[in-house]
């Protein structure tokens, strides 16, 4: 036999038993992006390859080791997304957004690739939530991002988040920190990893950001950014933080956050979840005033966030936080003798009409086959037919939590199920 075809390394089938916390993820995240004013927008999932080397930065390992990028049949060179933001700067750019009412406040979701190291909570293929506003420079603007992705996981029922945040300064004060930064690392190289090494030149701010505790000590005493930021960012940042502390959030200052993408300027956060072990970022964000001018557009303030949505469904099930059960069909109709199959199928098709979920047999099973069958997909209604009834125009009506069954004439069935639908609302 032919060896069976797996999905490939860093990919989920995601199945039954998790599509629907999923469903309820984007429920809710549509909930708010339309009590926090965002608009959806449904972008492509391959781009051109430059927005992401011009919009993320060449010495970014996204850029650098992670994209799936491949030349298509017209010769061009094309990119499957590692992210949204770069598409979404894209879009407002390409669509005048610019000439609307600022700021523009979009979200969307969907699949992202990155070709990393497979783990719990990092995939190949993975889906995020982004919310983006455009046009804004101010402060507070930040500060409503932070609360709109915070709000999102309180909708969920997610607690013990750590929001964590810092500023990366801007184009004018970060070469401050960036050689003050690069004479302390340089002063003691050979101490670091080899990765930390190659990113002294090229982006020594990374170095911050090494999770191997040998350079996480070395790194205790470095400069920190806050102490090289201009007055500009400076208060820009100290408006963020009393913005945070304003609508009481609960919130830490990091200073040594850094990003992964080079975009950012000024705010740049994070939010962390135990539950997720060493992937514990359940959501980053931050501003990135010159993404629009960095791939051809004029100059565009922004800031955003973005989530993965497996990371947030592993911190609800780590949390037990559920909202109710998994959804079942209502209503199952058995077909209690081989005549009584199409009697059922009329039926199960009369109760769907009426918006209500019914499930039937096809399998020709057994009547208590059946009966196990209705109880396992969590029927609270069965509707049995057999020759008897089908004789006497009734139906067996049997209410699964109480467990009485009761002929009912089949011309009542219809009024006792929206009844039963009505009183259960
Ligand atoms: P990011 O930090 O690269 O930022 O990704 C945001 C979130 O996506 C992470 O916190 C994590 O929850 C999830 N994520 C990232 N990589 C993976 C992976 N390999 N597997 C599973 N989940 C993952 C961005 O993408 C920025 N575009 C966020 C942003 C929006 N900044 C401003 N606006």
Redesign the pocket.
Known sequence: MMEAIKAPRGTRDILADESWKWAHVLKICREVARDFGYNEVLLPIFEHTELFSRGIGDTTDVVEKEMYTFIDRGDRSITLRP???ASMVRSYLEHDMIHQPQPVKLWGHGPMF?Y?RPQK???RQ?Q?V?F?TLGAANPLADVETIDTSMEIYRRLGISNLQVLINSVGCPECRPVFRSALQNFIGDRLGDFCETCQSRFERNPLRVLDCKKPGCKELTESAPVVLDSLCGDCRSHFDMVTSGLSRIGADFRTDNRLV???DYYTKTAY?ILAGELGSQN??????R?DNLAEAIGGPHVPGV?????I??IVLTMEGQGAYPGEKPGTCVYVVAASPEAGLEAASLVHEIRSKGISADTDYMNRALKAQMKRASSIGAEIVCIIGSEEMESGTVGFKDMTSGVQEPIPRSEVMARLTAWKEARR
């Open positions: 992210e949204l933001t990155r990393e909570g990092r995939y993975f995020q982004d983006e990003r992964g993408l994070e970022a359940v959501c980053g964000g931050g990135y955003g966030f973005a989530s993965g497996e990371r």
